[in-house]
């Protein structure tokens, strides 16, 4: 093999290297929160807790764990007033950014959006964030 040969061909191999770490930093998470899209939840720790005598009060209002965020969707302390999703965006995996004002999400990298029912209003992200179980118990609120 000729020099010119061998270098065109190392080249090769490092364009095809290259390209394939590229993708593999493109590519979606696998370390994506296990929370499902029907409120089921297959975690079973405890995500996150509130006191709702004293957190959580306001419409809108929101607690964040990590990657695992519930907001206050109604006036009672009952589940149903809440909502415990991932903020994890489905399209590639970025976090989103929760705005109070519009009770939305929006992410940051490519712009999908998310109504605060984790349901997908602009895409390119093709499925809602996933959601997780909310109970109330004593005014304790818990994310499981
Ligand atoms: S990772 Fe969120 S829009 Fe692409």
Redesign the pocket.
Known sequence: MERRDFLTSVGQVSVFVCAGSLVAACSKSNSTPSGNNNGGGNNSGTLISADLNSELQAIGSAKINGSVIVIRIANDNVASSFVALSLI??????T?NYDQSSESFK??????GYDVTGKVTH???AAPLPSYTVTVANNTLTVS
């Open positions: 965006c489905t399209h590639m995996g970025c989103v992410c940051p990298c490519h712009g999908s895409g390119p992200a």
